[in-house]
Structure formats: structure tokens, C-alpha cells
């Protein structure tokens, strides 16, 4: 009885195929928005988490919020937090836009050539590259430790600056002058994407240099290298604490970390992906209205035949469910092409956009799953309709 009312549903549905297509259309692009919608953002935000997470996921960023109160942290004052319980390091950072003068030179093709250009400087020391220092250079090396503790004249070059100043020639051990002052180059840095780009334009060198030689000021920005990431709820009270010795106020000051930033990334995401996908399932609506006022023409059309079924014995219970699987079955052919159309274009979005693709098998499932409940709903009406004819009734029509 089930397989001769599924075989009969789809004979009926395929004698008007252009109809058929139609109806579906709307639970194809329903379901289409919403998976390319939901993978894309799950893809954005995934990439988005990855870029914080490189920030450093056991850092703690200490930043002066009001040069009012104090015009920087110093040396001494960076050295408490050193000395705090769970802190590996203090990694400062400072930047100021330098003359930087390209010395000729006889060996390649700017021989002749003098290059004098205001580049921005910044001040770091090692645990700048602590994280990822092999995925962060093309070439050299990093700044050391010692190179920090030592004053040491070594800088590594951005990618930008490096291609402006050398096209595609290795300067590593050359010399170049920041504000009249000979400094060699070690390293040259990764073309960065991302949340990071500013060092492309860039020349890196350590922040002690940069304080007493090239006058670039006090400290307002520094991060803090927890130990790990469950010290960090400690780490980031101790620090308050720190600051407000320091500063001498519980303001002007602000310590923050890259979890919080990434939960606030994805509440934010999440919010813009719910309102989106409620917005795309509008479309699943119509289409399901789209399938009702199918099924209630297809009943009009065939009253004569639901006729001749019941009077032959057929219970009102088969022509119903007759109905229904033919409203399901639409809508669930709807529900696969329209998952199949929505993979389609998040992917080439991830092409176009650049970010990383991300998939997961229980979007589809809840797609799908929607999509059958909306036949099944949607459906109802017509089948009820259907069902409650009279034979007589529709025998004479």
C-alpha cells in the first residue's frame, strides 16, 4: 500500500514537471540562502578566530588609555610586570614614522641610488615573534633577545618595505640608516593578511633602541606573555592591580585579552548570522505557501479521481496521505538541490573572499530537515481538503 501511493505521488508530480519545478524553485533558493549564509559565516568567523588566536590566545594587552596621568610605562615599570606569579615576558611595542636612507651600494642595480622616505619604525623585542616567528619571516632572522638587551643596531624589514627598497634582491647583513644611524638588516618579514598588515609597511627594531637612540618616547602599549591560558583570569587581576600602582587611578589605563576579543567576535558574528538566516528563511515561507496553492490546484484538478478512489473503498486517511507525501516530496527535492546550490556558492565566495572554507554536515541535516517540515505543514491543508470530499460530490464535478 506505502510503495503504491509514494509510486503514484511521483507519477502525479511528473506529469506536470514545470509546475512541479516552479514550486520547488522556492524551497531551492530558501534552503540555498540559508546554508550559503550559515557556512559562510561559520567560515568568516572561524578565520577571523584563527587571526586572534595568532595574536597570542596566552596574551594580555596593558595599554596607557590617558597620556594625561602618566606619558608612558618605563622600563622599571615594565620590569613588575616581568616579576609577576604565571608571566613569562613583557613584549612592548612603540612606533614613530623615521627617515629611512638606503646607503648605495656597488653589488646590485641601485648602485648610484639614494632613497630617503619617512617609514614607520616600531619598536619590539623577541616575544614579538615568539608565537609564529618561522611563518612570519621570508628570510633571516628574528630579533633576539640579546639584540634587546644589548641595544643592538638590527632591524627586519617589512615586505612592502622591502620591495620598495630592493625589488626582489636578498639584503640580508646590508646596512641601512634610520635618522643618520647605521642599523643591519637580519630579517625580512612575510607578506601579512589579516588583522596584521600594518608591519608591511614597517621596519621592526628593538624597543630599547628605539627608547634611547631614536627618541621614539615612553611605552604605552605592551603585551603581557601569560604562561598559559588558564592563568590568564589571575594574570589580568594582578595586572589591574599593577596598573592602578602605577598610574596611580583606576583609570587611564585599560588590560585586555584576546579571549575576550574573540567572544565578542563571535557574539557578534552569531547575532549578524541569526538575523541573516531569519531573513532567508522568508524565502522558505513563500515557497512553502508556493507548495500549498499547488496541492489546493492539484486537488481542484483532480476531484474526479479522488472521487472514483473513495467510492472504490479508499479511506479518507490514504487520499491524505497520498497528498502529503506529494507536498514532502517536493519539498525535500527542494530542500537537496537547494543544499547542493548553497555549498556551491559558499565555496566560491571562500575563493573570492579569501577565507577558509568550513563545512559541517548538521547544517545540512537541519536544512533538509526543515525544508521536509515544511512540505509537511504546508501540506496539510490541501491533504485535509482532499481527504473530506464527498464522492458523490466529486464524481459529479
Not at 71 to 100: I, Q
Not at 223 to 248: E, H, K, P
Not at 341 to 359: K, P, Q
Not at 362 to 391: D, E, Q, W, Y
Amino acid at each position: 500500500m506505502l510503495k503504491d501511493i509514494v509510486v503514484m505521488s511521483f507519477k502525479n508530480l511528473g506529469m506536470n514537471k514545470m509546475r512541479t519545478f516552479l514550486t520547488t524553485l522556492g524551497i531551492i533558493i530558501g534552503i540555498a540562502s540559508i546554508i550559503a549564509l550559515i557556512t559562510i559565516g561559520q567560515g568568516v568567523t572561524s578565520s577571523v578566530i584563527q587571526q586572534l588566536s595568532g595574536l597570542g590566545g596566552n596574551r594580555v594587552t596593558v595599554s596607557l588609555t590617558d597620556t594625561r596621568v602618566i606619558p608612558g610605562f618605563t622600563e622599571e615599570d615594565m620590569s613588575r610586570f616581568e616579576e609577576l606569579d604565571n608571566v613569562e615576558g613583557v613584549s612592548p611595542s612603540l612606533s614613530a614614522n623615521k627617515t629611512l636612507t638606503l646607503i648605495p651600494d656597488e653589488t646590485h642595480s641601485l648602485y648610484d641610488r639614494v632613497y630617503n622616505s619617512a617609514t614607520r619604525v616600531i619598536g619590539i623585542d623577541n616575544y614579538y615573534f615568539d608565537l609564529s616567528a618561522s611563518e612570519m619571516l621570508m628570510a633571516g632572522r628574528e630579533i633576539y633577545d640579546y639584540d634587546v638587551d644589548n641595544g643592538s643596531h638590527v632591524c627586519v624589514l617589512g615586505y612592502e618595505v622591502w620591495k620598495n627598497l630592493y625589488g626582489n634582491y636578498d639584503p640580508i647583513g646590508e646596512t641601512i640608516k634610520i635618522q643618520s644611524m647605521d642599523f643591519t638588516i637580519v630579517g625580512i618579514l612575510n607578506r601579512l593578511v589579516g588583522l596584521e598588515t600594518t608591519g608591511n609597511y614597517s621596519v621592526l627594531v628593538p624597543y630599547t633602541v628605539a627608547m634611547r637612540e631614536l627618541q621614539m618616547g615612553l611605552v604605552r602599549t605592551f603585551d603581557v606573555v601569560v604562561s598559559s591560558a588558564d592563568s590568564i583570569s589571575i594574570a589580568v587581576s594582578q595586572m589591574n592591580d599593577l596598573c592602578a600602582d602605577i598610574v596611580g587611578s583606576t583609570r587611564g589605563y585599560s588590560v585586555s585579552n584576546q579571549q575576550e576579543v574573540m567572544d565578542i567576535v563571535v557574539t557578534i558574528t552569531d547575532l549578524i548570522m541569526g538575523m541573516l538566516a531569519g531573513i532567508a528563511a522568508i524565502s522558505l515561507l513563500v515557497g512553502g505557501i508556493g507548495i500549498m496553492n499547488m496541492m489546493l490546484v492539484s486537488v481542484s484538478e483532480r476531484t474526479a479521481e479522488i472521487g472514483l478512489r473513495k467510492a472504490l473503498g479508499a479511506k479518507p486517511s490514504v487520499i491524505m496521505f497520498q497528498f502529503i507525501v506529494e507536498a514532502i516530496f517536493i519539498s525535500l527535492l527542494g530542500g537537496v538541490l537547494g543544499v547542493a546550490l548553497g555549498i556551491t556558492i559558499a565555496y566560491l565566495a571562500a575563493l573570492l573572499i579569501g577565507y577558509e572554507f568550513s563545512f559541517q554536515a548538521t547544517t545540512v541535516l537541519l536544512a533538509v530537515g526543515f525544508s521536509a517540515a515544511v512540505g509537511l505543514i504546508f501540506g496539510i491543508l490541501p491533504a485535509r481538503k482532499a481527504s473530506k470530499l464527498s464522492p458523490i460530490d466529486a464524481l459529479r464535478n
